[in-house]
């Protein structure tokens, strides 16, 4: 069974630097053609997209979140962590991590519950 | 851009839904899914490759669509899948998803 848990910080400041950290089990990052995705979801709205890192340690970031954004593994502990710097009120929402494999097309088949991260001073 | 419609959806159970999904450029159907969320909840995959349904699913739900035009449809609606589906494309950068469809 896979399950994926984000886990971090409910609250940062303006400029602060956010770390998020997915624990999953149940699958390996290193097995071929599977992948960990980042989607968040501002308060009462809809889904966007942050960023993916595949097996191999390639990286796929939102561009509009490059410059601030670093998707990194521990295969070791099974953790995918998000940094984020520079946070802004624009970035509150909840942050969820997804378990993603070629055979569904590297879609999200398997969600983490969330974490809901607030920016505010 | 993914753009749905309509909004929200009001129907009773039992009902039949169909809920659409317009790119503002040509998606190639393997790139196109379907997800449902309810309130607090994360969301669940229902159809990938635009008609393919994901483990689970049941078979009431059902995808259908090509170029620029995609439909999710649910044949019967079970009191369960009142929620908000999302289309979502990951064939061009950056993935994006629709702005979401009530089903109330």
């Known amino acids: 069974q896979i399950t994926l848990t984000e886990s971090g910080p409910p609250l940062v400041k303006p400029t602060e630097t956010l770390t998020l950290t997915c624990t999953f089990s149940g699958f390996s990052l290193t097995t071929e053609k599977v992948g960990v995705a980042w989607i968040r979801q501002p308060p009462g709205k809809a889904l966007e997209y942050v960023g993916f890192i595949y097996w191999d340690d390639d990286k796929r970031y939102h561009p509009s979140l490059r410059s601030r954004l670093t998707i990194t593994r521990d295969t070791s502990n099974s953790q995918v962590v998000l940094t984020m710097t520079n946070m802004d009120p624009a970035d509150t929402g909840t942050y969820y991590c997804a378990y993603s494999r070629s055979e569904s097309h590297y879609n999200m088949d398997v969600w983490g519950q969330g974490a809901m991260v607030t920016v505010s001073s | 851009v993914l753009t749905q419609s309509p909004d929200t959806l009001s129907l009773s159970p039992g009902d039949g839904a169909t809920l659409s999904c317009r790119a503002s450029?040509?998606?190639?159907?393997?790139?196109i899914a379907w997800y449902q969320q309810k309130p607090g909840r994360p969301p669940r995959l229902l159809i990938y490759?635009?008609?393919t349904r994901a483990a689970g699913i049941p078979d009431r739900f059902s995808g259908s669509g090509s170029g620029t035009e995609f439909t999710l449809t649910i044949s019967r609606l079970e009191p369960e899948d009142f929620a908000v589906y999302y289309c979502h494309q990951c064939g061009r950068s950056p993935r994006t998803f629709g702005q979401g469809t009530k089903v109330e």
């Open positions: 490759g635009a008609s």
């Open positions: 450029q040509t998606v190639t159907n393997t790139y």
